[in-house]
């Protein structure tokens, strides 16, 4: 039987978060051990998985849709086309998959006998055009992001007191939320980078943006202890708080917590340890620990406490006590963050 409609947003999510943890996250994750190991092989690997990404974002799609073998092996084709976007590619695939994937379903209820031929032509054709045309119009979507980011950037470099805060904190909860969505700071982190050749970015925007994508992966974990099992816990903990993403849009109010953690964590790390980040760790958070090591290497031993609190503690002990809170007051239950894989 087919998912409801009710709950096929949801499935949609999980289905990229499931395939961007297999690929992307543990693909980077054996490129940035391969240094530590001087291992070709852990770097070979790693790439590997990196380039399956849009592939597998596909194909998982179809699993989750619960399409026919030859629709599955279809959206395969779309995710092999996908995978020549650029820093937009598993952003563009999972998009163009999924619509492709819903006609598919469609075309599955009417129990036709010409899906072999039929869906491999709309596979290549339609996955082709949405790449050559879509990917484009993605593109400037992810540019907008940076450039807000920028403009931010250069309004707190200038402005003093709450003004500057301020616009430090909208670079915080922005990373935060676009690293919980599908759209990810992989595909932005590349193009703030692009952006240094024209405007300095601060090191204060890349601590902002850091606290913002490590408080929202260690808020959902923590937040997710309690209805989901071991395993899911620590693939938010090490891999992508994506998997939660459904849960976000089902229920919004998911966000209070980890919103107000990335407040109050912004201001402790800027305001009062001035710690140093990286794009490194903007761009992929805590998966397998990599923020953490890097963050505790630019801040060396004096910086061990400073970066335990800003990073760890205070955002899981905030986003705990506001969920608690909420939790009291009726506002939101443990099974708005249960993730079923």
């Given at each position: 039987m087919k998912n409801s409609d009710s709950t096929i947003v949801i499935d949609i999510f999980k289905a990229y978060a499931l395939a961007f943890f297999f690929t992307i996250a543990l693909g980077n994750i054996l490129v940035y051990t391969s240094s530590f190991f001087a291992s070709s092989m852990l770097n070979e690997l790693g790439n590997l998985l990196i380039s399956l990404a849009c592939p597998v974002i596909a194909f998982t799609l179809g699993v989750f849709l619960k399409l026919s073998p030859v629709g599955m092996v279809s959206l395969f084709l779309v995710g092999a086309v996908g995978s020549s976007a650029g820093e937009s590619a598993a952003l563009i695939t999972f998009i163009i998959a999924l619509l492709i994937g819903l006609l598919f379903r469609a075309l599955?209820?009417?129990?036709?006998?010409?899906?072999?031929?039929?869906?491999?032509?709309?596979?290549?054709?339609?996955?082709?055009l949405g790449v050559k045309y879509g990917s484009h119009y993605i593109d400037v979507?992810?540019?907008?992001?940076?450039?807000?980011?920028?403009?931010?950037?250069?309004?707190?470099?200038?402005?003093?007191?709450?003004?500057?805060f301020k616009q430090y904190i909208k670079i915080a909860l922005t990373s935060g939320i676009v690293f919980t969505s599908p759209i990810g700071m992989y595909g932005i982190v590349p193009m703030m980078q692009q952006s240094v050749q024209y405007a300095a970015i601060s090191n204060t925007t890349i601590l902002a943006g850091s606290i913002g994508v490590m408080s929202f992966m260690l808020g959902f974990?923590?937040?997710?202890?309690?209805?989901?099992?071991?395993?899911?816990?620590?693939?938010?903990?090490?891999?992508?708080?994506?998997?939660?993403?459904?849960?976000?849009?089902?229920?919004?109010?998911?966000?209070?917590p980890p919103v107000i953690a990335t407040i109050v964590s912004t201001f402790i790390g800027m305001?009062?340890?001035?710690?140093?980040?990286?794009?490194?760790?903007?761009?992929?958070?805590?998966?397998?620990?990599?923020?953490?090591?890097?963050?505790?290497?630019?801040?060396?031993?004096?910086?061990?406490?400073?970066?335990?609190?800003?990073?760890?503690?205070?955002?899981?002990?905030?986003?705990?006590?506001?969920?608690?809170?909420?939790?009291?007051?009726?506002?939101?239950?443990?099974?708005?963050?249960?993730?079923?894989?």
């Amino acid at each position: 039987m087919k998912n409801s409609d009710s709950t096929i947003v949801i499935d949609i999510f999980k289905a990229y978060a499931l395939a961007f943890f297999f690929t992307i996250a543990l693909g980077n994750i054996l490129v940035y051990t391969s240094s530590f190991f001087a291992s070709s092989m852990l770097n070979e690997l790693g790439n590997l998985l990196i380039s399956l990404a849009c592939p597998v974002i596909a194909f998982t799609l179809g699993v989750f849709l619960k399409l026919s073998p030859v629709g599955m092996v279809s959206l395969f084709l779309v995710g092999a086309v996908g995978s020549s976007a650029g820093e937009s590619a598993a952003l563009i695939t999972f998009i163009i998959a999924l619509l492709i994937g819903l006609l598919f379903r469609a075309l599955d209820d009417m129990n036709k006998g010409f899906s072999m031929i039929l869906y491999p032509v709309i596979a290549i054709t339609f996955g082709y055009l949405g790449v050559k045309y879509g990917s484009h119009y993605i593109d400037v979507i992810l540019q907008w992001i940076v450039n807000k980011l920028v403009s931010w950037d250069t309004i707190g470099s200038t402005a003093s007191g709450f003004e500057s805060f301020k616009q430090y904190i909208k670079i915080a909860l922005t990373s935060g939320i676009v690293f919980t969505s599908p759209i990810g700071m992989y595909g932005i982190v590349p193009m703030m980078q692009q952006s240094v050749q024209y405007a300095a970015i601060s090191n204060t925007t890349i601590l902002a943006g850091s606290i913002g994508v490590m408080s929202f992966m260690l808020g959902f974990t923590a937040m997710g202890v309690v209805s989901n099992d071991p395993g899911i816990t620590a693939g938010i903990f090490i891999g992508t708080p994506t998997f939660q993403f459904g849960n976000i849009v089902r229920r919004p109010q998911t966000l209070i917590p980890p919103v107000i953690a990335t407040i109050v964590s912004t201001f402790i790390g800027m305001r009062i340890f001035h710690l140093t980040s990286s794009f490194l760790v903007m761009k992929l958070g805590n998966c397998c620990m990599v923020g953490l090591v890097e963050l505790y290497k630019l801040n060396g031993w004096p910086g061990v406490l400073t970066v335990t609190l800003t990073f760890i503690i205070i955002p899981i002990a905030i986003t705990i006590l506001v969920y608690i809170a909420m939790l009291k007051l009726n506002l939101i239950h443990t099974e708005d963050t249960k993730v079923d894989l």
